[in-house]
């Protein structure tokens, strides 16, 4: 296995010194804004559009997305890439529906969100689960899937590298808090964008071409919609289970929402999520097909590979010159670096703002913002600790833990979605929904590890396919959402101003400038969100077989 040049370590090393600059610049603007609560963890509410569109992109896109989309375009074509591409859609859902509704309820997190919609309660559940899926799923991954990165690309020990990687976003995340990680995602997302596209385009030369690109590769490599009989990407579980996990993990997980939450005002923030649904039609052709290529390159004798995670990094240790190979590596340092800064922020706001908070409610300014210092120095400690563990974990056991996401997110999406656009829906409703969404979501976890010994209607519901099991549990806890709160009081007008379609203006501030949108800029908006989702139906012409 070759190791990167001397030149490469270079590139690797100026790519860490920016990072660095920038983060300690932007932790060096100390103001009382930065200081308080507000500050630390939201960036002052005042970050523009263009840098939230690419911290929604950079959060998003961590190395299991460059070693798992390209793998498994590798193993099956760009269908895999459905789910970017829906993110397009789903992002403007956020932008147009959910933006107005977080911003003019002041909030700091998705769980206080759920405490004045329904109650204490569901607050609780859910930044519970949040927390608990952060460090479990978001840290642990995103060392496992960066481990293929240095192994293939480094030759060395992965934990040398995950151990430097993992301190050195710790240390600017706590240096300066949400907006050091915002500025340090839009220089990674320049980084990352670039370098992909450069692997993508040396593929393709190196190949010959579009033309031999499909030669060199089976006609349904290129076809996104899968008979509704595939295993993993059925067209069915596209259309109904896909845009429900996308609900859940664009428009209520903190670790994105975050973001948006930081921005100045409902049009930049709204702007921000059209720029980012740009952004992310992008991981189908710089992630995905890169993946395909390196089919093709191994079908022609031009690559060898050991396994199908190792497309894309095998690519760049293959095929790109000196230097420009430390670049592109220094890509995939920006997609680690960004996705554990998010995590480690993100999560550090529940911790602080939905757990601390809540049992110290007389805490004050400078108390909250060094609890949160204190939560992500103990996330980064996790993440260490970690470390020596990884070697032991499956994959197996690493498929079962991204599964958890995708059974605990429906009834999260129910409450969340019919909260918003029904006020007739309450608290009993929505922590039975939660309560039984959790059960049927468990159960099918449980089985689904046991599923060879079980037969009958046992079998069936942990084989489903998980798309369609998100689908169907999303339609059994939206009706035991809507049946219980039928069955129950309705909540009172005055604790629903602000927090529903119905009640969205009773609670603002007619002289808050941030939660007022210019007409132009609506107008301007609607035709860029047109402009995307006609993008989005052009993308599944082109790859429609």
Not at 135 to 157: D, F, R
Not at 203 to 220: C, K, N, V
Request: charged content about 10%; hydrophobic content about 55%.
């Amino acid at each position: 296995m070759h190791q990167l040049a001397v030149l490469d370590w270079v590139v690797i090393g100026l790519y860490f010194a920016a990072i660095f600059a920038v983060a300690w610049w932007v932790a060096g603007r100390r103001t009382a804004t930065h200081e308080s609560s507000a500050g630390y963890f939201l960036a002052g509410r005042n970050v523009g559009w263009f840098v939230v569109g690419t911290a929604l992109f950079a959060s998003n896109i961590g190395s299991e997305h460059l070693v798992g989309l390209a793998g498994t375009g590798y193993d099956s074509g760009v269908a895999v890439g459905q789910f970017e591409v829906l993110a397009s859609l789903i992002l403007l859902v956020l932008g147009w529906i959910f933006v107005p509704f977080y911003l003019k309820s002041g909030v700091y997190t998705m769980p206080e969100f759920l405490e004045r919609r329904y109650s204490p309660a569901a607050r609780w559940y859910l930044a519970v689960i949040s927390i608990l899926g952060y460090v479990l799923t978001k840290i642990s991954v995103t060392l496992y899937a960066g481990g293929i990165v240095y192994v293939v690309l480094l030759g060395g020990n992965f934990w040398t590298g995950a151990l430097i990687v993992v301190v050195a976003t710790g240390i600017y995340t706590v240096l300066g808090g949400l907006r050091a990680v915002l500025y340090t995602e839009m220089v990674q997302t320049l980084v990352l964008i670039g370098g992909s596209i450069l692997v993508t385009v040396v593929g393709l030369a190196e190949l010959g071409g579009l033309g031999a690109l499909r030669a060199a590769t089976d006609a349904s490599f290129f076809d996104m919609w899968q008979p509704m009989s595939h295993p993993s990407f059925p067209w069915t579980g596209i259309l109904l289970g896909a845009p429900i996990l996308g609900i859940w993990y664009w428009c209520t997980d903190q670790f994105i929402v975050q973001r948006v939450l930081s921005a100045n005002g409902i049009d930049d923030a709204r702007r921000g999520t059209i720029f980012g649904g740009f952004l992310k039609l992008l991981p189908l052709f710089i992630f995905v097909i890169p993946g395909v290529v390196a089919a093709a390159l191994v079908n022609t004798g031009q690559l060898e590979l050991a396994r199908a995670d190792h497309a894309l990094p095998e690519m760049i240790r293959v095929l790109l010159p000196v230097g420009v190979r430390g670049l592109v590596m220094a890509g995939f340092l920006a997609a680690l670096m960004s996705s554990l800064a998010a995590v480690f922020n993100s999560c550090s706001t529940l911790i602080t703002w939905d757990v601390y908070r809540k049992l110290r409610p007389e805490a004050s300014e400078r108390r909250l913002v060094l609890v949160g210092k204190a939560s992500t120095i103990f996330l980064v400690g996790l993440g260490l600790a970690w470390i020596p563990f990884m070697k032991h974990i499956s994959g197996q056991l690493y498929v079962y833990l991204q599964s958890v996401q995708a059974y605990i997110s429906p009834p999260i999406a129910a409450v969340f979605l019919i909260g918003v656009f029904w006020k007739r829906v309450n608290r009993h409703g929505a922590i039975a929904s939660l309560a039984v969404g959790f059960v049927l979501g468990a159960a099918r976890l449980g089985l689904e590890l046991v599923k060879g010994s079980t037969s009958g209607a046992l079998y069936w519901y942990a084989d489903i396919n998980f798309l369609h099991f998100a689908a169907l549990l999303f339609v059994v806890c939206s009706a035991v959402l809507v049946a219980i709160s039928l069955m129950t009081p309705a909540e009172s007008e005055e604790s629903l101003a602000g927090l529903t379609f119905a009640t969205s203006d009773q609670a603002v501030d007619p002289h808050d400038e941030r939660l007022a949108s210019k007409p132009v800029r609506v107008r301007t908006d609607l035709m860029l969100s047109v402009v995307l989702v006609l993008c989005v139906v052009l993308v599944w012409l082109v790859f429609r077989g």
